[in-house]
Nanobody, 128 residues
Framework: QPQAKASGGGSVQAGGSLRLSCPVT????????VGWLRQLPGKKHEAIAS????????FYHDSVKGRFTVSLDNAKTTMYLQMNSLKSEDSAKYYC?????????????????????WGQGTQVTVVS
């Protein structure tokens, strides 16, 4: 298991905000991109945000577009997920993730970033 533990989760009221963080240096490869996965109760892992090292472009799943922002710090050692306008359907376990060097059709992906590696997640619960 890689040392890429997501932090910052917790309980928040609907409409509120949280910021998650993760040490991306804990991901073994991450040759193309990094980002975030989440797993809703009874659902598969879904890719919600990606950031490409090569061109700094970011991509988002439609369900979070305009509300969530993925970024790296200046040293490019810590990745963040700023989550605003949270909804009850955002309640999930969130994971820091990266690619394994090449696309794979079975990996969760957003914006073409195939997440084949992720660390320990953090729980986000949004209450009304």
């Amino acid at each position: 298991q890689p040392q890429a533990k997501a932090s910052g989760g917790g309980s928040v009221q609907a409409g509120g905000s949280l910021r998650l963080s993760c040490p991306v240096t804990g991901l073994r490869y991450s040759l193309m991109c990094v980002g975030w996965l989440r797993q809703l109760p009874g659902k598969k892992h879904e890719a919600i945000a990606s950031l490409y090292f090569g061109n700094s472009s970011t991509f988002y799943h439609d369900s979070v577009k305009g509300r969530f922002t993925v970024s790296l710090d200046n040293a490019k050692t810590t990745m963040y997920l700023q989550m605003n306008s949270l909804k009850s359907e955002d309640s999930a376990k969130y994971y820091c993730a990266g690619d394994l060097g090449r696309p794979h059709p079975t990996y969760p992906a957003v914006g073409g970033c195939p997440f084949g590696e992720w660390g320990q997640g953090t729980q986000v619960t949004v209450v009304s």
